[in-house]
């Protein structure tokens, strides 16, 4: 149960994908306008980590060395057309926002990392484990960025106004410079918080 409990936990901590490990960046700093991207691109990604770590790890051992990395992204590929045709069928309007960036879910250098150097080695439970805790990092990551960015660029959250009907809003947070601003202020600050609590400890 312990180790199952680091394994979950390390995707959130020692080793997020976009804090930590600066994994799939692309989709991090172009989609996180608004939270509601943020939230759709973090699942999206979750739920093809979870269906590739979880077929990876069960036929791990009947593939080909040679063949491994083709093999690995025919598998992702294929959980990315399936999470791609259901936002098409229930969100045309996150599809849309999310645009060319559901389906380059694909070359997503997390995903790909994870069923080389997790998934592959390690039995279905772990890895399912792990791509929950990966995912659900990412997700945090994501959530977290695009929400500063909507707040701070378009006075929202969630398309919900916070403020006036004139809010005072700083555009930069609404384009890319924006995008690498604030994902540098909460690296920094989390880089912060980490060395304080080692000096207190």
Do not use: H, W
Not at 1 to 17: C, H, I, W, Y
Not at 25 to 37: D, M, W, Y
Not at 88 to 116: D, H, T, Y
Not at 146 to 163: D, H, K, Q, Y
Request: net charge positive; glycine share 10%; proline share 5%.
């Amino acid at each position: 149960m312990k180790d199952a409990l680091q394994v979950f936990t390390r995707g959130f901590v020692s080793e997020n994908p976009v804090l930590k490990m600066l994994l799939g960046l692309c989709p991090v700093l172009a989609v996180t306008t608004t939270a509601e991207n943020g939230l759709g691109m973090g699942l999206a990604t979750t739920f093809v980590l979870l269906g590739s770590n979880t077929v990876i790890s069960a036929s791990a051992k009947l593939l080909p060395k040679t063949v491994r990395i083709p093999a690995y992204i025919v598998v992702i590929a294929t959980f990315v057309t399936i999470v791609d045709l259901l936002i098409k069928a229930f969100s045309p309007e996150l599809n849309q926002s999310l645009g060319l960036f559901i389906p380059l879910i694909v070359v997503n250098c997390m995903i790909l990392g994870r069923a080389e150097a997790y998934a592959s080695k390690n039995g279905i439970g772990y890895s399912i484990i792990d791509a929950f805790g990966m995912g659900f990092g990412f997700t945090f990551a994501l959530l977290l960025l695009s929400a500063m960015r909507e707040v701070l660029g378009a006075g929202t959250i969630f398309n919900i106004p916070l403020v006036g009907e004139d809010p005072k809003t700083i555009l930069v947070m609404a384009l890319p410079p924006g995008a690498f601003a604030g994902l540098g202020f909460i690296i920094a600050g989390l880089n912060a918080l980490e060395k304080k609590q080692k000096s207190n400890a």
